[in-house]
């Protein structure tokens, strides 16, 4: 699975200005879902935990979730969501930097009802947490789509022949970790955003 330090970099000059930072965080985005998909793959489906502010951007995590456009596995998808919220926490040293939550998967950029679900599972594991700003985007070949609550309700709800958007328990009414492997990258440094609970719009 490629990371974001495969993607030619974008020259900005450091510390990072409000515009530019404004500017890296859709380019990083573009990057990352015109970044080839390799054919017959075991992963083409995958979470990433992206910070960006003054001193450039990082990738904090890729998770692998699975070979799939439908719903996920819910067990394995609560791991890596408990996990997501995990690495959302403010950075212990630049508390300006912002997250960016991407979901990266073939297909439309339109917002199916699975990555609806998968946004709503991250909201849940992050609701108790103390984060960074963080937004939630899908980004594939199509192009890229910040997610939110109101539009992951309404194009849940539009999508024909489907049941409405729930969230999910393991067997018991409990949550139960999965697992995922975690693959740390790096990329040009950037920051972003002040240290507080600041669930996505």
Request: proline fraction near 11%; include cysteine.
């Amino acid at each position: 699975m490629d990371t974001l330090s495969d993607i030619p970099d974008t020259s900005y000059e450091l510390p990072l200005s409000e515009a530019d930072q404004a500017a890296l965080r859709p380019a990083l985005l573009r990057d990352l879902g015109a970044t080839p998909f390799t054919p017959g793959a075991p992963i083409s489906r995958s979470l990433w935990v992206i910070f960006v502010g003054e001193w450039g951007a990082w990738t904090h995590a890729v998770l692998p979730v699975d070979d799939s456009l439908g719903m996920p596995d819910d067990e394995d998808l609560t791991g890596l969501c408990d996990l997501i919220g995990s690495l959302l926490r403010p950075p212990r040293c630049h508390d300006d930097e912002k997250a960016m939550v991407v979901l990266r998967r073939p297909g439309p950029p339109e917002i199916s009802e699975a990555d609806a679900h998968i946004f709503a599972q991250v909201r849940q594991a992050v609701a108790r947490r103390e984060t960074a700003p963080w937004a939630f985007h899908v980004a594939g070949p199509a192009g890229t789509h910040e997610v939110t609550e109101h539009e992951a309700r309404r194009d849940a709800a539009q999508t024909p022949s489907r049941p409405t958007l729930v969230s999910r328990r393991a067997p018991g009414g409990r949550l139960q970790p999965g697992e995922g492997r975690v693959r740390r990258g790096r990329t040009p440094r950037i920051s972003g955003g002040p240290s507080r609970r600041n669930p996505p719009r």
